[in-house]
């Protein structure tokens, strides 16, 4: 009997302590799990969402109205060839912190990169706004960025707006933005051009253009998945 007293408790300290453990395990299960979502939708360079990160939000704003700019660096190609690869990443980090500030209070807001140097801000809206977000993120880079070796780069930027409505599709609000982009950068870049919404958003190729491609593919994977 005394032996069975001296057990009892002992059985109970260790059910004690598998239960703790095992809950130790599950909850470090779940931080990973939402650390591995959080990596596949982020950019590694810059912090920002990437494509993924882009369509998730997107997919998020769909019921409502929202503007969505798009923009790439002018010759973004020349600062990799005159000063080098970390010359450029300098100058995309310091671009996606300017970014992100612009939207920083913005509930909902998403800043991504494509790759390269697209990047796109998208924010909710009751009112159509793109115009002047896309002025502000010309504003926003205007200021030299200072890169390794202490070389301060003036930095200009190329940008297309376009403010969506409720239930249209995602491609071809960027579609949009995309062609207002290359209005802007037929004009001499280092400005914003918006899309004109009574004209209709365009249609997507079938063979969409490259910086469209891997997110259509994306939003399959993500259709299927679900």
């Not at 000063?83 to 992100?100: I, K, N, P, Q, Y």
């Not at 998208?122 to 205007?142: F, K, N, T, W, Y």
């Not at 030299?144 to 071809?172: C, F, K, N, Q, Y």
Request: glycine fraction near 10%.
């Amino acid at each position: 009997m005394k032996a069975t007293k001296v057990l009892l408790p002992t059985l109970g300290v260790v059910s004690l302590v598998g239960h703790v453990w095992a809950a130790r395990v599950a909850r470090s299960q779940r931080v990973q799990l939402v650390r591995a979502r959080r990596d596949a939708a982020t950019d590694p360079l810059t912090g920002l969402s990437n494509r993924i990160g882009l369509y998730e939000a997107l997919s998020d704003l769909s019921a409502g109205s929202y503007d969505l700019v798009l923009l790439d660096v002018d010759g973004f190609k020349k600062i990799n060839d005159a000063f080098g690869h970390d010359a450029g990443d300098a100058v995309l980090v310091e671009a996606a912190g300017r970014l992100t500030a612009v939207l920083d209070e913005v509930d909902g807001a998403c800043v991504a990169r494509l790759g390269g140097d697209e990047m796109v801000l998208v924010c909710p809206s009751p009112a159509p706004i793109a115009g002047m977000l896309g002025a502000e993120v010309v504003r926003a880079l205007a200021a030299p960025i200072t890169v390794p070796g202490g070389r301060e780069l003036a930095v200009r930027a190329s940008v297309g707006a376009v403010s969506a409505m409720a239930g249209d599709d995602p491609l071809r609000v960027m579609k949009a933005a995309d062609i207002a982009l290359y209005k802007a950068k037929a004009a001499g870049g280092d400005r914003a051009a918006e899309y004109d919404r009574a004209a209709g958003l365009p249609q997507v190729e079938a063979r969409p253009v490259v910086r469209l491609r891997a997110m259509a593919g994306t939003a399959r994977v993500l259709g299927g998945a679900a």
